[in-house]
Nanobody, 124 residues
């Protein structure tokens, strides 16, 4: 059974940085992808970026490209989201998700496994 637990959220001023972590169990050796999504109050869930496993290929949404970086810990059990140059519009609940198999890694509907989320608040 795949379990995902996010941590690292918090409040920061615009221009600041945060690093989110997602600890995964039951997924380490899978072929598929792990992704970050976010959802702001009153808005649809938005894809942030994904890492294809096990190859490590990365893809990002245009809204965060160049500011956010996804990486994986050496043991492949932790997924990170380094967020720099944060803007108030980055304020949202951030979720880690995972899926096995091939196919698109940017659609939330394709991901069966989700963490509980961690809140990120960016003030101006």
């Amino acid at each position: 059974q795949v379990q995902l637990v996010e941590s690292g959220g918090g409040s920061v001023q615009a221009g600041g940085s945060l690093r989110l972590s997602c600890t995964a169990s039951g997924y380490t050796d899978s072929t598929g992808c792990m992704g970050w999504f976010r959802q702001a109050p009153g808005k649809d869930r938005e894809w942030v970026g994904s890492l294809y496993t096990p190859g490590g290929y990365l893809v990002y949404a245009a809204s965060v490209r160049g500011r956010f970086t996804i990486s994986q810990g050496n043991a492949k059990t932790t997924l990170y989201l380094q967020m720099n140059s944060l803007k108030p519009e980055d304020t949202a609940m951030y979720y880690c998700a995972a899926k096995r198999g091939t196919g698109a890694c940017s659609s939330g509907a394709e991901f069966p496994y989700w963490g509980q989320g961690t809140q990120v608040t960016v003030s101006s």
